[in-house]
RNA sequence: GGAGAGGUGGCAGAGUGGUCGAAUGCGACGGUCUCGAAAACCGUUAUACCUUCGGGUAUCGAGAGUUCGAAUCUCUCCCUCUCCGCCA
């Protein structure tokens, strides 16, 4: 949510930032249900005022035993004048806040204006030893085939015990992927400084609202209706939503957590996009990083936080690119995106493992998440940050075209082998 | 699932219709005292919104109701705790 003070005062800045991410211009309705909503404030205040200046007199009135008839008759309507302001009041609050949900975060300067992942802008590419030729295309056996050549997945009973794009995984493949996700707490935690947590699945509308997913995509979530509880896309929400309506402490800065979890997206709308495999499922899972700063620090702290996701590709020795995201490809609620893209040599192609984005206040504001300088000071909004280190689906199909021998074994690279009872999937 | 208890300021904890945004204690902050510290004493100690910058309004788990007036009475919901049952 922005502050609705800078679309008071700057609404031109606001609206082109609406136009870079091709979203609805909502400025003048916001404007005129401000105006009309603080002229109502103050015509009910007046009234309150008055009624309890009154209240007051027949409360001394009452305790001095003096009839006091002839005020309480002069405060009977009174109420009910207020009451009807309230309404309207109210009215115009809950329009107000509908729009300003809509309002997505304004982009970085330093963020190039585009449509699409086209005007989306190369930072860096890595390789070892910074061999260019990694990232060409390669003839060799696609994930699908190896995993089915080595029995490491198994989509299609996992279509029939949940639905497609419920991936199972067996055998070296259950513990390649378990492999992946204590590999990277493990670097996290122990290298980067972030604490682990381990979220509940599921979450609660506001926790959804306050991270920015409601209630633009409110139709990629998973929901129980029953219950009143949808299943999160991200660690982000859930980790996120932690310090919602919580002041933290300046000592507390920057707070970083690193969290696994399982992620779910309905896809609505993508159906036969990348469908194959691990391109693009229901349900996967991440290691996500999230961070709580200092606003003055955040721009540093999401640099230092990329680099803490592309340090386990680095690690992995799986060759990838960092790319800046335009206002058309970034996502609604941050300011500022890098996409972490895996190069899927048999694939030919990119793939994304990793959205590391700054939010600023935009979520803070949302979720009422805040910090105090000083004992005194007025707490302010944090800045928080989010990135995938990593999801593992497209991580896993970079890995097994990557590491792929010409006789159809799979190397794994050194650093894993603590986490796996084998050295190779032969 | 059944039975009961309870949700008040950073914490503890009073308050059952009227000077209650809320006693008191603790903590924290500032000061006095001290070579310094402790103790003692004095003072300060929420947040948000509106504003003609004087001030005003709201908030005692949430929402609705009764009333001239609600932390206090009524209703609905949420949450926490205890006991019993069931259970990975």
């Known amino acids: 949510m922005l502050d609705i003070k800078l679309i008071r005062e700057q609404p031109d800045v606001v ?84 729009l300003l949900d809509t309002i997505p975060n304004m982009p970085h300067p330093s ?111 998973y929901h129980m209706p029953e219950d009143q509880l949808y299943a999160i896309p991200t660690a982000e929400v859930p980790v996120t939503n932690l310090y919602a309506d919580e002041v933290l402490t300046m000592e507390s800065l920057p707070l970083m957590h690193c969290a696994f979890s399982a992620c779910f997206r309905r896809e609505a709308g993508s159906y036969g996009k990348d469908t194959r495999g691990f391109l693009r499922v229901h349900q996967f899972n991440k290691v996500e990083l ?48 890098y996409d972490l893209e895996v190069w899927a040599p048999v694939e030919g192609n990119w793939l994304e493992a990793s959205s590391c984005s700054n939010f600023e206040d935009f979520q803070a504001r949302r979720a009422n998440i805040r910090f105090r300088r000083e004992q005194k000071a007025k707490p302010e909004f944090v800045h928080t940050l989010n990135g995938s280190g990593l999801a593992t689906s497209r991580l896993m199909v970079a890995f097994l075209e990557t590491y792929q021998q010409p006789d159809g074994t799979i190397a794994i690279p050194e650093v894993l082998h603590p986490y796996l009872p084998f050295s190779a999937i032969e």
């Open 290 to 337: 999230v961070k709580f700063v200092l606003p003055e620090t955040s721009y540093e702290e999401h640099e230092k936080l990329t680099a803490d996701a592309e340090r386990v590709l680095e690690l992995l020795e799986i060759p990838y690119r960092r790319m800046l995201c335009c206002t058309g490809d970034q996502s609604f609620s941050n300011t500022k995106q």
């Open 15 to 98: 609206r082109a930032g609406i136009h870079a991410k091709h979203s609805e211009d909502v400025v003048d309705q916001v404007l005129d249900l401000d105006r009309e909503r603080r002229a109502i404030i103050q015509e009910v205040e007046v009234l309150k005022s008055r009624r309890n200046t009154v209240s007051e007199d027949i409360a001394k009135l009452k305790r001095a035993k003096e009839n006091a008839d002839e005020k309480i008759a002069e405060m009977k309507g009174v109420g009910d004048e207020i009451a009807d302001l309230d309404n309207r009041l109210r009215e115009k609050e809950l329009a107000l806040n509908l």
């Open 111 to 221: 963020v190039p204006i585009g449509n699409d992942a086209s005007g989306n802008v190369e930072m860096k590419r890595w390789s070892p030893n910074g061999d260019q030729s990694a990232f060409t295309k390669r003839e060799g056996l696609d994930h699908l085939a190896l995993g089915e050549r080595h029995k490491l997945f198994d989509f299609k009973r996992g279509a029939k015990i949940a639905a497609a794009g419920f991936p199972v995984y067996t055998g070296r493949g259950a513990q390649l992927e378990r492999a992946f996700i204590n590999f990277m707490l493990d670097l996290h935690t122990r290298a980067h400084g972030y604490t682990e947590v381990l979220p509940p699945f599921f979450v609660n509308s506001p926790s959804l609202r306050g991270t920015g997913q409601f209630p633009k995509f409110a139709d990629q979530v």
